[in-house]
């Protein structure tokens, strides 16, 4: 264990898989108190127990970010432990479509989850942050938030709501000794990409693979380690002197695609 985030809990959403267990795990390894948030107990807890194995302390919560009541419950849990000094909101579903293929269901599916997701967690958890007067928040948001990603109409669309809402909160709150930044990944390989791949490309799996990860210059998609080292980077003291940014961790897809 190292002791950059020594003394401080983060609370992550979507903590239990992917990037979000990346996330977990090193912030603990950084020596935070974590939070593990997901919608799924089990996976969930089974975080916990990697972090204690680790050496590490951690605490598992359910709940459904889109649901605010259940949210207040989560976080009031959290609270009764002790303050969130750190609060990732990384919980998100995807979805494949167009404006004409994207049924209203579909759009209030994602934005149920990805946009009032993050805020029914900012509008809990800020609170705390501005009566101690400190508090980082980082947002997990993506390429396509700024670049124009085919067949991603809805998704688009939440994640261009998140960026907007890190602005906002990071302008509101600077004040307040509260930091908000936005990280910003391409296509990073964890599970949530294997079951999109199964679900919407089942009959051209590895050939849909391979041309999405060739779509990042650097020739292959991230790791959720490299998505959590910075993470945790804007999540300490290191970062202190960081706001209202947004942070493209992207292999070149934003930059070097135009």
Do not use: W
Request: charged share 20%.
């Amino acid at each position: 264990m190292t002791e950059r985030m020594a003394g401080r809990t983060a609370l992550v959403t979507g903590g239990g898989s992917g990037i979000g267990r990346a996330i977990c795990r090193r912030l603990a390894s950084k020596g935070a108190t974590v939070r593990v948030l997901d919608l799924d107990a089990g996976a969930a807890n089974a975080v916990v127990t990697e972090i204690e194995a680790a050496g590490g302390a951690a605490s598992g919560h359910a709940a459904d970010v889109g649901d605010r009541a259940d949210v207040a419950r989560a976080v009031g849990e959290t609270l009764a432990l002790g303050p969130i000094d750190a609060l990732v909101n990384n919980a998100g579903i995807a979805h494949v479509g167009t404006v004409e293929t994207t049924s209203e269901e579909d759009l209030d599916r994602l934005y149920r989850v990805n946009v009032k997701g993050a805020y029914n967690l900012l509008s809990a958890v800020v609170p705390g942050m501005k009566a101690r007067k400190s508090g980082a928040i980082v947002n997990i948001a993506s390429v396509a938030a700024t670049v124009a990603v085919g067949e991603r109409f809805a998704y688009s669309m939440t994640k261009g709501a998140i960026l907007a809402m890190t602005y906002s909160v990071a302008k509101d709150y600077v004040a307040h000794g509260i930091r908000c930044n936005a990280v910003s990944p391409a296509r990073v390989h964890t599970p949530f990409v294997d079951e999109f791949l199964d679900r919407y490309y089942a009959d051209n799996r590895d050939e849909v693979f391979e041309k999405l990860a060739k779509s990042q210059p650097i020739g292959r998609m991230g790791t959720p380690d490299e998505i959590a080292g910075l993470v945790a980077y804007l999540c300490s003291d290191e970062a202190a002197f960081v706001t209202g940014s947004n942070f493209p961790i992207d292999g070149g897809f934003v930059t070097l695609n135009s």
